[in-house]
């Protein structure tokens, strides 16, 4: 059982930047693919950025293409979402989370397909 820690959230004024990281316990979690989501009050939870086990492949919603960048470090079992030129419609809560199988080629940008989810992270992007 992977279980998920985020951290690295904070207010950031525009165009600044942050690093959330996710720090995951269990000995499957170097197997799995590892998205990060946002939620806002009253939207449903969005994909942000997606990678696979072997870091070989990545996904990015187009609203952060160019400006996020997701990594991991399986030998620290930690998952990281650089993000830059931060902008206000960017504030959100972000979530870390592993998907329920094992291996694979492609990240899904399906919150179904994800099991294990942390308990968030508050990004503000304000003046």
């Known amino acids: 059982q992977v279980q998920l820690v985020e951290s690295g959230g904070g207010l950031v004024q525009p165009g600044g930047s942050l690093r959330l990281s996710c720090a995951a316990s269990g000995r499957t979690f170097s197997s799995r693919t590892m998205g990060w989501f946002r939620q806002t009050p009253g939207q449903e939870r969005q994909f942000v950025a997606g990678i696979t086990w072997s870091g070989g492949n990545t996904r990015y919603a187009d609203s952060v293409k160019g400006r996020f960048t997701i990594s991991r470090d399986n030998a620290k079992n930690t998952v990281y979402l650089q993000m830059n030129s931060l902008k206000p419609e960017d504030t959100a809560v972000y979530y870390c989370?592993?998907?329920?199988?094992?291996?694979?080629?492609?990240?899904?940008?399906?919150?179904?397909?994800?099991?294990?989810w942390g308990q968030g992270t508050q990004v503000t992007v304000s003046s």
């Open positions: 989370a592993a998907t329920r199988t094992i291996g694979g080629s492609y990240v899904s940008t399906d919150e179904n397909e994800y099991s294990t």
